[in-house]
């Protein structure tokens, strides 16, 4: 059976003080959407002109996978889709943790604490890769989170467990996850969405 399984990243032309706050998402814009196509193997950048086939590719999965995704990518992404992002079927790791620990947690944290690795650069960053022109390093940083995104979800998968460095203490610390139910069960992701609270900015 086809695998459809898609790992999503977005990096944005503005920052929430050009736009007037948290709450115009949709007025951040996009500079450029990473992928990784359980299909293929492969990982693919979308720029503005290739959107229309982002959506298609969007429609036919059967679970997109990301990093606060629910709250930040998908409202980012919605004024570019014709479709409603809320009927695609997600699955975010941030939520999905945020239940289980209480609080909020970096994809930097869980990366470091589960893979020995992090992330490159901050979404900051990217913005001035945009501006400048700077495109190979900018997909590059992009394709670097949906790297770093998809192996923290494969290790839960295979572990059942990831793990993260608090904040209070450095400690590491263990969660156990069973991330082998989403996407099998729409019921699982309707309840992940309904939880999700306020968008917030990545600057993780």
């Known amino acids: 059976m086809t695998d459809t399984r898609i790992v999503l990243d977005l990096e944005t032309k503005k920052t929430f ?5 948290r709450n115009a998402l949709d007025k951040l814009g996009i500079s450029v959407v990473g992928i990784y196509r359980y299909e293929t193997g492969k990982y693919e950048t979308y720029l503005e002109e290739d959107f229309g086939k982002l959506q298609n590719l969007l429609i036919d999965s059967s679970l997109i996978i990301g990093f606060n995704h ?53 979404g900051l960053d990217a913005i001035k890769y945009y501006r400048e022109g700077r495109w190979d390093e900018l997909k590059e940083y992009c394709l670097k989170d949906v790297e770093v995104t998809k192996d923290v979800y494969e290790h839960g998968l295979k572990k059942k467990q990831v793990s993260f460095t608090s904040k209070f203490g450095n400690n590491k610390k263990d969660i156990k996850v069973n991330w082998a139910d989403y996407g099998k069960n729409q019921a699982i992701l309707a309840k992940q969405e309904s ?8 600057l993780f």
């Open 17 to 21: 003080d050009e736009v007037g706050g």
């Open 70 to 122: 629910i709250q930040f990518d998908m409202p980012v992404l919605q004024p570019y889709l014709s479709v409603d992002v809320k009927t695609l079927p997600c699955f975010d790791i941030m939520l999905d943790l945020q239940e289980k620990i209480g609080h909020r947690v970096g994809l930097d944290a869980i990366a470091k604490a589960t893979l020995g690795l992090g992330k490159i650069a901050t």
């Open 195 to 202: 939880t999700a609270e306020p968008a917030q900015y990545k």
